[in-house]
């Protein structure tokens, strides 16, 4: 077996898993999901919920992890095989490595868009528009713009349309992701933490301060913005609705469930803290989502839109904000070639710190399991990862269904499983002195009793709104566009479960 890493330093440790939380999603989709739930009134369960089910997914997650580095694995597969004694236990630990495998497929294509918005923001060629008119008015020419980059606009009923520099930007994003994951963990992922991270926040400052300077020819300035983030409706707080979007929105900006954090935590040794990493880690994570993310695009469209066209706006789309109100924005202001460009290029950062994460899963699988070196490693995933993309890039449609399946519905059924498996089939004993032994801090013991009943009563719920809400409309669409992106996980799925049955035989061969 190939020798295990570990992190060089606690504060690229922490980095990294702050990294790898940190993505696109705390800066688009963050501000889209509190505009469109009222503003104010999402904040109050969007705290609720990170105590109640962020924090306590992510230690629990850390604590697998870290367990994984005792027994020399860093994936779920092994990780559940050791702790529930049974011949499925494996099998159902897969979905840690296919969900995250399946979510970097389509993310890559996804964090190449910011690239190539940054590149012509400075250039100016991004669209200009006077901000006059109905907000759909002056939106229009940069969801056009949008739809020609990811070539949208084809006629053909089942193929995007896509342009060449899209393409090449796409292999170039991809590349790029390989690269830092062939250096490894210190030497690879640590590194770029240690890099993004400062100049995402810087350039996430640069940004704010500007925000906070805007105002609008009809008068409304940053108090405005503010106060639609932080003064809540309290009859709000009575939509279930409000309370869903929060949970949601608390799973994936903490990236519980897909897998990442667990085989991060697992490059620990045995005996490092987990409870002040993990705090740290999701301190940092919030800092820049509640505090940063809001304060930029949120902010930014109340002051020039104002606040009814900004729920408007968010309600449309959870691209539009990003992709498309605030370049909108930045077109009518001094030097918004500029601010254009950090914002994007900021956007490229946080989604490359989150998609080696997501890679991250599948490389430990193939060195752990099978012995392989770093290098044949990730020219597997980079193999893999290339020719699956083809079908998101080209696939109408496919993008959307594999992030249902994999992006939303697969990390809340696998983050039970993981509450469940370490929790209830396990041993809620153990798990707690797990969970609670050589930290830096103790863990409240509340907390107990929240992974043990709250957390998973939480996903529950989650699964079941879900399920009401979601599943009859996706489970009737059976168009081959739909079918080739299931395909896909399919496969994967079914490759992924044949690796891990080939690996416990070999296992079982070296045994004896």
């Given at each position: 077996?190939?020798?295990?890493?570990h992190w060089?330093?606690?504060i690229?440790l922490i980095?990294a898993?702050?990294?790898n939380a940190?993505g696109?999603?705390?800066?688009?989709?963050?501000?889209?999901?509190?505009a469109d739930n009222?503003g104010?009134a999402?904040?109050i369960p969007y705290?609720?919920?990170?105590?109640?089910l962020?924090?306590?997914?992510l230690?629990?997650e850390?604590?697998?992890?870290?367990?994984?580095?005792?027994?020399?694995?860093?994936?779920a597969?092994a990780i559940?095989?050791?702790?529930?004694?049974s011949?499925i236990?494996?099998y159902?630990g897969v979905?840690?490595?296919?969900?995250p495998?399946?979510v970097v497929v389509y993310?890559t294509?996804i964090?190449?868009?910011?690239?190539?918005y940054?590149?012509?923001?400075l250039i100016a060629k991004?669209?200009?528009?006077?901000?006059?008119?109905d907000?759909?008015d002056y939106?229009?020419?940069?969801k056009?713009?949008?739809?020609?980059?990811?070539?949208a606009?084809?006629?053909?009923?089942l193929?995007?349309?896509?342009?060449?520099y899209?393409?090449?930007?796409f292999?170039?994003t991809l590349?790029?992701n390989l690269?830092i994951?062939?250096?490894?963990?210190s030497?690879?992922?640590?590194?770029?933490a240690?890099?993004?991270?400062?100049?995402?926040?810087i350039m996430a400052?640069i940004?704010?301060?500007?925000v906070?300077?805007?105002?609008?020819?009809?008068?409304r300035?940053?108090?405005?913005g503010?106060?639609?983030?932080?003064n809540?409706?309290f009859?709000?707080?009575?939509?279930p609705?409000?309370?869903?979007a929060?949970a949601?929105q608390v799973?994936f900006t903490?990236s519980?469930?897909?897998g990442?954090?667990l085989?991060y935590?697992?490059?620990?040794?045995?005996k490092?803290?987990?409870a002040?990493?993990g705090?740290?880690?999701a301190?940092?994570?919030e800092?820049?989502?509640v505090?940063?993310?809001a304060?930029?695009?949120?902010?930014?469209?109340?002051i020039?839109f104002g606040?009814?066209a900004?729920?408007q706006?968010?309600?449309e789309g959870a691209f539009?904000?990003?992709f498309?109100?605030?370049p909108a924005?930045?077109?009518n202001?001094?030097?918004g070639?500029?601010?254009?460009?950090?914002?994007?290029?900021l956007l490229?950062?946080?989604?490359i710190?989150?998609?080696i994460?997501?890679?991250?899963?599948?490389?430990?699988?193939?060195?752990d399991?099978?012995?392989?070196?770093?290098?044949?490693?990730v020219?597997i995933?980079?193999?893999y990862l290339f020719l699956?993309a083809?079908?998101?890039?080209?696939i109408?449609?496919?993008?959307?269904?594999?992030d249902?399946?994999a992006?939303t519905?697969g990390i809340v059924?696998?983050?039970?499983?993981?509450a469940?498996v370490f929790?209830?089939i396990?041993?809620?004993?153990?798990?707690?002195?797990e969970l609670?032994?050589?930290?830096d801090?103790n863990i409240?013991?509340?907390f107990?009793?929240?992974m043990?009943y709250?957390?998973?009563?939480?996903?529950i719920?989650?699964?079941a709104?879900w399920?009401?809400?979601?599943?009859?409309a996706k489970?009737?669409?059976n168009?081959i566009?739909?079918?080739?992106a299931?395909g896909?996980?399919?496969i994967t799925?079914?490759?992924?479960?044949?690796?891990v049955?080939?690996?416990?035989?070999?296992r079982?061969?070296?045994?004896?």
């Open positions: 077996m190939i020798k295990r890493e060089g330093t606690r690229g980095l898993v702050a990294g940190i696109l999603g705390n800066f688009l989709r963050f501000p889209v999901q509190a009222g104010g999402f904040m705290m609720v919920s990170l105590l109640l962020g924090i306590p997914l230690w629990i850390w604590a697998l992890g870290r367990y994984g580095s005792k027994i020399g694995h860093g994936t597969p559940f095989d050791s702790l529930w004694k011949k236990a494996k159902v979905l840690g490595i296919l969900l495998l399946t993310y294509y964090e190449s868009w910011t690239l190539i940054s590149f012509f923001s991004l669209p200009s528009t006077p901000l006059t008119g907000v759909s939106l229009k020419p940069f056009e713009f949008l739809a020609t980059i990811i070539g606009n084809s006629s053909h009923p193929f995007y349309d896509v342009p060449w899209t393409y090449l930007f292999v170039i590349l790029l690269y994951l062939y250096r490894g963990i030497g690879g992922i640590e590194k770029v240690r890099i993004a991270m400062p100049l995402i926040f400052i940004l704010m301060i500007r906070f300077t805007l105002t609008s020819p009809d008068g300035n940053v108090l405005d503010l106060g639609f983030l932080w809540p409706d009859s709000a707080l009575t939509n609705k409000v309370w869903l929060a949601g799973f903490l519980v469930g897909f990442a954090i085989t935590a697992s490059y620990l040794r045995p490092d803290d987990i002040l990493n705090l740290a880690g301190s940092v994570n800092f820049a989502e505090i940063l993310g304060s930029i695009g949120i902010v930014a469209s109340v020039f606040v009814e900004t729920m706006i968010a309600h539009n904000l990003g498309m109100a605030l924005i930045f077109a202001i001094p030097l070639m500029f601010f254009g460009f950090l914002w994007f290029l490229f950062f946080a989604g710190t989150s998609s994460a997501l890679a991250q899963p599948a490389i430990a699988f193939l060195e399991e099978f012995g392989l070196n770093r290098k044949k490693a020219l995933l980079g193999i699956a083809q079908i998101p890039i080209f109408k449609g496919a993008l959307d269904e594999m249902f399946w992006g519905f059924i696998f983050a039970l499983l993981e469940v929790f209830w396990h041993d809620s004993e153990k798990a707690w002195k609670t032994r050589d930290n801090i409240p013991s509340i107990y009793y929240i043990k709250i957390a998973p009563g939480i996903l719920i989650i699964l709104a399920s009401v809400e979601m599943l009859p489970l009737t669409q168009s566009n739909v079918w080739i299931r896909l996980i399919l799925g079914l490759v992924a479960i044949i690796l049955k080939k690996a416990w035989e070999k079982r061969t070296i045994n004896g």
